[in-house]
C-alpha cells in the first residue's frame, strides 16, 4: 500500500511524512477513525513507507523488495492481527495466523473493508470474534525475535476493541516495547479499549474524507459521471464504506425499504403483537438483508429532513418512497432526526460486529418508541 493509493487525507500524510523523516515516531499509536475513513490503509501504508529501501518523493517507491512484500501483505516484520472465531479442533483460544491467506484476500481485494464483510468472509454465523489471551502471547513470541531486515518490527491490530481483559498481557510490552517495535491499533472507538492501553498510545485521529476525494472515487470505483458523483459525495459523510453501501442500496422501493417503513410504524405505535410477526421475517434474512433495512432507514431519513427544508428535488425519490417521507416527517423535528439517527448508525455498527439481530432489533424499535413518543414515556 503507497500514500498515492489512498483517496484523501493529504494533511495527515504529511504529518505521517514529517514524523518518519525526524524520527518522530511514537512507539504506540491507535489509529482512530470512523469505518471507511482509511485509517487501516493509512497504517499499511506508514509500514511500507518505513521498511521500503528507496522512499521516492515522500512515499515508498512500490518496487523494491520490501514494497512487494507488502504489497502481498507478507513482510517478515509487520506482524498482523484482528479479531477472528475459533476454527474445529483449535483449542487454548483462535489465532489470527489460522486466518492469515482470508484477511490477504480481503485486504488486497479492497484495503477499506468493513468488518462486516471480514464476518461474512470468515463465515462466522452468530459465532463471536474476538482478539484472545492465546493470540496475545503468540504476538509477544513473534515480537520478541529479531527484525528480519534489520528496521522496523511493526505490529499491525486491526479492531483492538475486541481484545477485551486480554489486553493486559499486552500491557508490560507496550509500556517498554523490544527496541525498533512499533504497535499500530486501528479503531473506530477508544472507549472500547482497555483505559490502560490507551494511556500507553499515541492517538491518531483520521478525519473523514474529503467530500472531493469521495466523488473522485466514485467516478474511479463505481463508474459515476462527475457531476453525479459530486451530487452523491455528500451522502456518503467522508466513508468510503458508507458509500459502497449507499451504492448496494437498491434504485426503488424493495423489501429494505417496506421493512423500514413498517419498523417506524410500529415504533410509533407500539403495538406488541405486529412487532413480533415482524421480527420473526427479520429474524430470517441474512445480515446483508438486515444491513440493508438500516441504510435504506438512513437515506429515507436524509429524505425527511430535506423535505422539512423545502429541499425535496434535492433527492428524487419513488412515489410510495415521498408517500412515506411526507408522511413520517409530519411527527419529526431536528432533535428527533439526530436521535433516530444516531440509533440506526449504533444498531448497524452493532449489526455489523454480529450482535443478535433479533434482540438488537427489538431494542431499536423500543428506542424508536421512546424517541416518537416521548410523552408515554415520562
Known amino acids: 500500500m503507497q500514500f ?78 484482528f479479531p477472528v472465531i475459533g476454527k474445529s479442533g483449535e483449542g487454548g483460544g483462535a489465532l489470527s495466523t489460522s486466518y492469515l491467506a482470508e484477511f490477504r484476500q480481503a485486504l488486497t481485494a479492497n484495503p477499506y473493508t468493513s468488518f462486516a464483510d471480514w464476518l461474512q468472509l470468515m463465515e462466522a454465523g452468530n459465532k463471536q470474534a474476538s482478539i484472545s489471551r492465546a493470540e496475545c502471547y503468540d504476538l509477544m513470541g513473534r515480537l520478541s525475535l529479531t527484525a528480519y531486515s534489520g528496521s522496523w518490527k511493526i505490529l499491525l491490530m486491526w479492531m483492538p476493541e475486541f481484545l477485551g481483559q486480554a489486553g493486559n498481557v499486552l500491557l508490560k510490552m507496550l509500556e517498554e516495547p523490544p527496541p525498533g517495535t512499533l504497535f499500530f491499533l486501528i479503531a473506530t472507538r477508544t472507549d472500547h479499549i482497555l483505559p490502560t492501553i490507551v494511556s500507553r498510545a499515541q492517538v491518531l485521529r483520521v478525519p473523514p474524507i474529503e467530500s472531493e476525494e469521495i466523488a473522485r472515487a466514485l467516478v474511479e470505483l463505481h463508474h459515476l459521471d462527475e457531476g453525479e458523483a459530486r451530487a452523491q459525495a455528500p451522502l456518503a459523510e467522508g466513508s468510503l464504506i458508507k458509500m459502497r453501501q449507499l451504492m448496494e442500496v437498491d434504485d426503488g422501493v424493495g423489501l429494505g425499504d417496506t ?118 414515556h415520562q
Open 4 to 81: 498515492t493509493q489512498i483517496y484523501g487525507q493529504t494533511s495527515l500524510k504529511e504529518s505521517l511524512r514529517k514524523m518518519a523523516e525526524g524520527k518522530q515516531i511514537p512507539h504506540a499509536m491507535i489509529w482512530l477513525g470512523e469505518d471507511g475513513t482509511g485509517n487501516l490503509p493509512l497504517a499499511l501504508a506508514f509500514a511500507t513507507f518505513l521498511h521500503c529501501s528507496s522512499p521516492v518523493h515522500g512515499d515508498s517507491c512500490g518496487r523494491c523488495d520490501a514494497c512487494g512484500k507488502h504489497a502481498r501483505l507478507m513482510h517478515p516484520d509487520m506482524h498482523l492481527s
Open 259 to 376: 421493512l423500514f417503513m413498517e419498523m417506524m410504524r410500529l415504533s410509533y405505535s407500539g403495538k406488541v403483537a405486529p412487532l413480533m410477526a415482524w421480527l420473526d421475517q427479520v429474524s430470517e434474512l441474512g445480515r446483508e438483508g438486515q444491513k440493508k433495512i438500516l441504510l435504506v432507514g438512513l437515506d429515507l431519513l436524509r429524505g425527511c429532513l430535506l423535505e422539512m427544508h423545502g429541499a425535496r428535488a434535492l433527492r428524487p425519490v419513488v412515489a410510495s418512497q415521498q408517500a412515506f417521507i411526507s408522511g413520517f416527517s409530519r411527527f419529526l423535528n431536528i432533535p428527533k432526526i439526530n436521535r433516530i439517527h444516531k440509533q440506526l448508525q449504533e444498531a448497524l455498527l452493532h449489526l455489523e460486529r454480529n450482535a443478535h439481530a433479533r434482540l438488537l432489533f427489538h431494542n431499536l424499535v423500543n428506542r424508536l418508541h421512546e424517541t416518537l413518543r416521548p410523552e408515554l
